[in-house]
């Protein structure tokens, strides 16, 4: 039988590391091999497939006559109708690490995993355990399990040495490593080992991450697997496989334990691991429950030969009995015989509920790809361009403060940052000291088309005039070839989209300079514009998001502001590995220097009144409907109740034939915190909109007691009652301002609590997380 083994990396190279799903691949290969299956590899990245439509290639290429997954994500990227019988490897619980290490979308994760399953006729996990788990997760999803479990186990195996070790050097080596994860925790356990052992008859030896403060252990640099296996079979006398309990744990299939077996050692095991029981059957080393027994049992076979030796036999032993990988495989070799395809299978590759990995690129991308070539370079240094929108400046609303504030904040990371907008003329570099406006060459801007041109597509596309000028990238090519000339002048590696339309630039760049590329969600725009955009039918609605998913996806991350347009993006499919939430932030600096401004000097402001303010661009509907809120129904209850107050409403593009006797419409401030610090309340009665409400912040770093709407301060980490108050009804909003007016040690305790957290949202450490970022995906 001829099977495609299709992995997410390419083949095991000895001579470089390796990792669990390579080790895997390479067992599952040869152990199929030994049975005399005709095993073909496939793999994605560098020197295999790069898109679902090259994988699609090979397997037609191929002729197989069944597909085996080794990663379960590239079943979304299987062609559509395909008639291949379905293995995937599913040998890590991944939900249950993804429940670990992102708890707050672990059951978004997990209906996803669950929905792309369907596309397999049987699922290999590693042990017995799994296999309980997977067929719970099944019965979730409503298959039928009465009659089939399509769940089979197929341990992690090895070939067994001939014999069982005889010997080991002194002193006696115990080894350890790997990675730490938020789901394995070793660094305790290390520490106790290394005080532990005795000085000269045991050393701890450590590959891989180190935990700091462990005097006495030997660290090694992630090995080749050749090198490792070598360490394993000629030096080390035993391994461990120790760690803090969980559920994760306590399902997990050890590739580092196999491995130990494999070079006959015998091992010292947590107590709920799988294998466990196999190690006390075989009596294949020790099952503690303490790090204090862990110490007990080397310090034991460091000082009696003997035990050391009986131990080894017992690993050999095991791996002859339990994990011969020419045994093991035996469950699979079974179905492949007569393979029973799944009732209810899903073929129909529909990425609209299951969204692929990655997309799919077209005929226009592939000549693109070509048409470019000649002019692709590849960048070497780390700076930043980014693409925008070109109202900055003046920073008067909320958008334009993000992007200034992201770009300084990077620039104090060391890194060079540019800005390149709908200018044709000009760019913005940005530096600790300064902004400055630099010119583009006149050929550049010659060689775009007509802006008419541009905004017509725009129009024909169906995109909404009122948000346009958010999706002209999308449609004008030349942004991408304006960001890539930039990023040459500044050695960018780094091209950051901010808002979805400008992702779409971010890949040119990406494409002719190399690099990565990461799109900044300022908001869910389709869930926005289908909230504020009257008149928004379902079919443009549906383009929208179909083309704000579609960008999102070709980005190498995605940062969002707030972890609910996190949940909300991985809901409609993104992937939650490459979303992250990094919140807006605030200047703090600029609003602790600043001094309490004269509102009655300067706006002609009653002294005898107290102030409410409320600031905002208020061409913006969500604010210019919160101020109406403010006239029309607030500011009537407090006069009713003998409260009366002033609003200080600032920002530009005040609402034309709103007037109040005790409405100051004051425009745009150069500098808002003065202003600010003169007011008595903040006030914040948004019913709509999306993101991180920045003036709230902004409000806690004036030291202002805060009153808001739910939707107001929706996407910040604060409670009612104890950042600020929260009222979703205007007569408890209007009590709520009495009360504080009223009560000024409230007032300063509510002001003291908004300000501690606007000390961890300064954008200097703002710029300190995206520069972690860019870091991590360039690794």
């Known amino acids: 039988m001829r099977i495609a083994l299709i992995s997410d990396q390419p083949p095991l190279d000895p001579a470089s590391a390796a990792s669990g ?51 379960w994500k590239l079943l979304d990227w299987l062609p559509a109708g395909g008639g291949w019988p379905v293995v995937v490897d599913c040998v890590a619980p991944r939900p249950l690490e993804q429940h670990f290490a992102d ?106 991450k180190a935990p700091e403060n462990c005097p006495g252990l030997i660290e090694h640099s992630l090995a080749s697997w050749q090198d490792w296996t070598d360490f394993l079979k000629q030096r080390a006398a035993i391994g461990i496989e120790l760690s803090e309990p969980n559920l994760e744990r306590e399902l997990s299939q050890s590739h580092r334990t196999t491995s130990f077996l494999a070079a006959g050692l015998p091992v010292i095991v947590n107590d709920f691991l799988p294998l466990a029981e196999l190690i006390r059957r075989h009596d294949a080393g020790w099952v503690v429950a303490s790090a204090d027994e862990a110490v007990q049992a ?86 930043v361009v980014m693409i925008t929108r070109s109202d900055l400046f003046p920073a008067d609303h909320g958008a334009a403060v993000k992007i200034i504030q992201t770009a300084r904040g ?77 990023g040459r002048q500044i050695k960018a590696s780094i091209w950051l989209a901010e808002f979805p339309g400008y992702a779409q630039a971010a890949r040119i760049a990406r494409l002719l300079n190399g690099g990565h590329a990461v799109l900044a969600q300022h908001n869910v725009e389709y869930e926005r514009l289908a909230e504020q955009v009257a008149g928004l039918g379902e079919r443009q609605y549906q383009r929208l998001k179909s083309l704000e998913l579609h960008l999102a996806a070709c980005m190498d991350a995605v940062v969002c502001v707030s972890d609910r347009d996190r949940r909300r993006l991985i809901e409609d499919g993104l992937d939650p590995a490459s979303c992250v939430t990094i919140p807006h932030g605030v200047d703090l600096a600029a609003f602790d220097q600043a001094q309490a401004s004269d509102l009655v000097a300067e706006f002609g402001l009653d002294p005898a009144l107290p102030v409410l303010v409320f600031h905002g661009t208020f061409s913006y509907p969500p604010n210019r409907q919160a101020l109406h809120l403010l006239v029309e129904e607030i500011l009537p209850r407090l006069e009713a109740s003998g409260h009366s107050c002033q609003v200080l409403a600032i920002g530009r593009q005040p609402p034309r034939g709103l007037s109040h006797p005790q409405l100051h419409l004051v425009g745009s401030l150069d500098q808002l915190g003065g202003a600010l610090k003169a007011c008595q309340l903040a006030v914040v009665p948004l019913i709509s909109g999306g993101g991180t409400r920045m003036k709230i912040l902004d409000y806690f770093a004036a030291g202002l007691p805060v009153i808001s709407t739910t939707k107001g301060c929706e996407g910040l980490p604060v409670a009612d009652g104890e950042q600020l108050l929260v009222r979703d009804d205007w007569e408890g909003f209007a009590a709520a301002i009495r009360k504080l007016l009223d009560d000024a040690p409230q007032r300063t305790l509510l002001a003291e609590s908004g300000h501690k ?15 972690a970022l860019f870091k991590r995906i360039a690794s």
């Open 21 to 71: 799903n390579q080790v895997r691949a390479s067992q599952l290969k040869e152990s199929l091999a030994h049975h005399g299956h005709e095993v073909m590899m496939l793999w994605r990245g560098e020197g295999g497939f790069q898109t679902p439509s090259d994988l699609a290639s090979s397997l037609e290429r191929l002729k197989a006559d069944v597909l085996l997954v080794g990663y």
């Open 103 to 208: 708890p707050a979308t672990s059951d978004l994760f997990l209906a996803r995993y669950l929905k792309t399953l369907e596309r397999a006729d049987l699922i290999l996990v590693g042990n017995q355990r799994q296999r309980w788990m997977m067929a719970g997760w099944l019965l979730s999803t409503e298959i039928d399990l009465r009659q089939q479990v399509p769940v089979a186990v197929v341990p992690l195996a090895f070939d067994p040495p001939d014999g069982p070790r005889t010997g080991c050097q002194r002193p006696l080596i115990v080894v350890g490593g790997g990675m730490d994860w938020p789901w394995r925790q070793t660094d305790e356990w290390t520490r106790q080992l290394c005080t532990g052992l005795p000085s000269g008859e045991a050393e701890l030896h450590c590959f891989g």
């Open 298 to 383: 080397a310090t034991e076979a460091a000082r009696d030969e003997a035990l050391w030796q009986r131990k080894a036999a017992g690993a050999w032993q095991l791996g002859r009995a339990e994990l011969d990988r020419r045994q093991v495989i035996e469950t699979l070799i079974d179905w492949l015989a007569t393979p029973q395809r799944r009732a209810n299978r899903d073929t129909s590759g529909d990425s609209a509920s299951r969204p692929t990995l990655a997309p799919q690129q077209g005929l226009t991308g592939r000549l693109a790809h070509r048409l470019l070539r000649p002019w692709q370079r590849q960048s070497s240094g780390d700076g």
């Open 410 to 486: 990077l620039a104090r990371t060391g890194r060079r940052v540019a800005i390149v907008s709908a200018e044709r003329s000009h760019w913005w570099q940005i530096t600790e000291d300064g902004i400055s406006r630099e010119r583009l060459p006149l050929w550049l801007k010659l060689l775009a088309p007509p802006r008419a041109l541009t905004h017509l597509i725009h129009r024909l596309r169906g995109l909404p005039a009122s948000n346009a000028f958010l999706y002209w990238a999308a449609t004008d090519p030349f942004y991408g070839l304006r960001a890539a000339w930039v």
């Open 757 to 771: 957290l606007a000390t961890s949202l300064d954008w200097g450490e703002i710029g300190a997380r995206y520069d």
